[in-house]
């Protein structure tokens, strides 16, 4: 595994000066999809259609992206068959660091014009980075995600570039008969014909970071908008009942104090290998030993909470803005434990946050947790969009934003934090002066304190949690 990846690394240094100035020049609008995985053989056969956002004309040429592994057999624009140059490039953005890149001659065509690429290719187990990209085409089914883990369909967008929404107007998946599949949006279909089952999704204005494709031998149940899909044993059908009763639950009061526009839309959620959990748009993904131990396990379901939220807290915000990792990813991290406490009562939220601080406290006292070495504390706003994934899970994002938050909210109180959520949450854009803004509009007077949270790592002992029961036990 070291020796793969480090061929993988020289492979993609090699090539890194290659996508200096492979930058985008178009915006796919509106995607249709129509990809056949065979799991046994760990392929795939996609035809990927794409439309372009206009104004006037287009330029001459454009640079798209799929993942190394897969290889472009044909492109038409319009009804001509044109030629492209594809080569193997860095791409940071893909688990495996390389991509194949395509450059595209779009000359002489018009803003109506689209442009159809037929492209295959094997698709292997993703170990390069954790197991949690887990991208992967092989005898147990489909694990694909899309910008930011494989563009595992064509994506005019460089590594680490906002990537805009686009509209998934028609996806066909086609698998053997025993699998079940799973994207982002909305199931129209399902069908079985000679040994081979079809799924027809659209979805509207998603980000391409959504995109997943999940395809496993799945049983489905459901009610109202929520569809669990577990495993056939035994184990994970029961748990599946718990779990489609408490997303119900979780996904109605989400849609009540956070987000608008998204609760009332499907949700689905699936069960995965130990791959770790994942938030997909409106797919949620728990890996199996978690999905099991779901209806005795509270750190089960805060877990699916988490997931579930993400969709409910993602307010627009620029990856150049000193909000955006916080947003992104300390948002989530806290959003969902105040409304966990309306289903599963206080003494959850307070063990929680309870626990949370003294992992804090822990540690910027030794610099390390029972897993090694954490990285330097930085305040929330000056974590820089490419630092996201060294903070996100290890140190800042998950515990002094989340302490940051539950500070709010003790101050606010319950109802007026719910009327704070809801003003911030549906904000068209989300910038840090307009958090601090909104921040202050309901908690005057605390400027001081938020200047403390936000741009430093200070940590005065007037933000201890003393107050806690547990605390004064």
Not at 22 to 39: G, H, W
Not at 219 to 243: E, L, R, W
Not at 265 to 286: A, Q, R, W
Request: hydrophobic share 40%; net charge neutral.
């Amino acid at each position: 595994m070291r020796t793969r990846l480090a061929v993988l690394i020289l492979f993609a240094l090699i090539f890194r000066s290659q996508t200096a100035t492979a930058d985008s020049t178009v915006v796919v609008s509106r995607y249709s999809l129509d990809a056949t995985f065979k799991p046994e053989l760990a392929r795939i056969e996609a035809v990927a259609t794409m439309r372009f956002v206009c104004q006037g004309s287009l330029p001459p040429a454009a640079v798209c992206f799929l993942h190394g592994e897969l290889s472009v057999d044909s492109v038409r624009l319009g009804n001509r068959p044109i030629t492209i140059e594809q080569k193997p490039v860095f791409y940071d953005y893909d688990y495996s660091l390389i991509a194949n890149q395509i450059a595209v001659p779009l000359s002489g065509a018009s803003c109506d014009s689209a442009l159809t690429i037929y492209y295959s290719g094997y698709f292997h187990a993703s170990r390069a980075r954790s197991q949690s990209d887990y991208m992967r085409i092989d005898e147990d089914g489909v694990f694909l995600r899309a910008y930011g883990y494989s563009p595992w369909f064509p994506m005019f967008v460089s590594a680490r570039s906002n990537c805009p929404n686009a509209t998934f107007d028609r996806v066909l998946i086609h698998t053997p008969a025993e699998f079940r599949s799973v994207f982002t949006g909305t199931q129209l279909s399902d069908s079985v014909r000679e040994g081979w089952r079809t799924t027809i999704w659209n979805a509207v204005d998603v980000a391409l970071t959504g995109a997943q494709c999940t395809a496993q031998r799945y049983t489905v149940t459901t009610a109202g908008n929520c569809f669990v899909y577990c495993y056939t044993d035994s184990s994970s059908k029961a748990a599946g009942a718990q779990i489609l009763q408490f997303a119900t639950a979780m996904n109605d009061l989400y849609g009540k104090y956070y987000r608008k526009g998204t609760a009332g839309e499907p949700l689905y959620v699936i069960e995965m290998p130990p791959y770790g959990d994942i938030s997909s748009g409106n797919v949620t993904g728990l890996m199996a030993s978690t999905w099991k131990i779901f209806a005795d396990d509270a750190n089960a379901k805060r877990a699916l909470a988490h997931e579930l939220v993400h969709p409910y807290t993602a307010v627009p915000v620029d990856r150049s803005d000193p909000m955006y990792c916080y947003a992104i990813e300390g948002f989530p991290s806290y959003f969902h434990l105040p409304v966990l406490a309306e289903v599963l009562g206080t003494d959850v939220y307070d063990r929680f946050i309870d626990w949370m601080e003294k992992l804090y406290l822990e540690k910027r006292q030794t610099g390390r947790t029972r897993w090694g070495a954490v990285p330097p504390e930085k305040p929330l706003l000056a974590i820089k969009a490419d630092e996201l994934s060294t903070y996100k899970d290890e140190y800042v994002l998950d515990d002094r934003a989340l302490l940051f938050m539950n500070y709010l909210y003790r101050h606010l109180g319950r109802k007026r934090f719910f009327t704070f959520t809801s003003d911030l949450l549906n904000k068209q854009k989300l910038t840090a002066e307009t958090f601090r803004q909104t921040v202050l509009k309901y908690l005057p007077g605390a400027t001081a304190d938020v200047d403390l949270w936000l741009s430093t790592t200070e940590y005065p002992d007037r933000f201890h949690l003393d107050h806690l029961p547990s605390r004064k036990k």
